[in-house]
């Protein structure tokens, strides 16, 4: 087995293809609890509770997912603030993102032309860095911070 991963390891192209993309999850990871708190604290003005993007039902914090206007791993609005919201199960997956709805919210929180500003992002692919990721990360770890530390002023 030993001998096995080490072979894996000494191939130069996978390697830093995989810690991109590990990078790339764990910033996601952040980006997801940051949104969640964000909308909770927004919606709700408590930490563990927040209302859907779309439907504007009330969901705990651990039951809200971080769900895309224009849904894709690859472009630009993987990482958009205004592009993600906190957005419950049957909205985010049952519904496909409840499109619709979700293009009102859009609209109604940024302005007539977010969506399209939105949706001409989606055709744009995004590559990302390692340094930029690591500086996203750094980024957001602040963001969740700063806001952990308002919760305790509750
Ligand atoms: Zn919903």
Not at 12 to 18: G, L
Not at 22 to 33: A, D, G, Q, R
Not at 36 to 64: N, P, Q
Not at 81 to 89: D, I, R
Request: charged share 30%; net charge positive.
């Amino acid at each position: 087995m030993r001998t096995l991963d080490s072979n894996k390891m000494g191939m130069k192209k996978p390697i830093k293809k995989m810690t991109i993309s590990k990078l790339k999850k764990k910033v996601w990871e952040l980006f997801s609890v940051y949104i969640r708190k964000r909308d909770c604290l927004e919606t709700t003005g408590c930490a563990s509770f927040g209302l859907c993007v779309t439907c504007g039902k009330r969901y705990h914090f651990k039951l809200l997912q971080a769900g895309h206007f224009i849904p894709g791993r690859h472009n630009a609005n993987l990482f958009s603030e205004k592009g993600t919201h906190a957005q419950c199960y049957n909205c985010n997956i049952n519904l496909r993102g409840n499109t619709l709805e979700y293009r009102r919210q859009i609209i109604q929180m940024y302005g007539e032309d977010a969506d399209e500003a939105l949706e001409h992002n989606a055709n744009q692919i995004k590559k990302f860095t390692i340094p930029e990721l690591e500086e996203l990360q750094a980024d957001l770890k602040e963001k969740i911070k700063l806001m952990e530390d308002l919760e305790l002023w509750d």
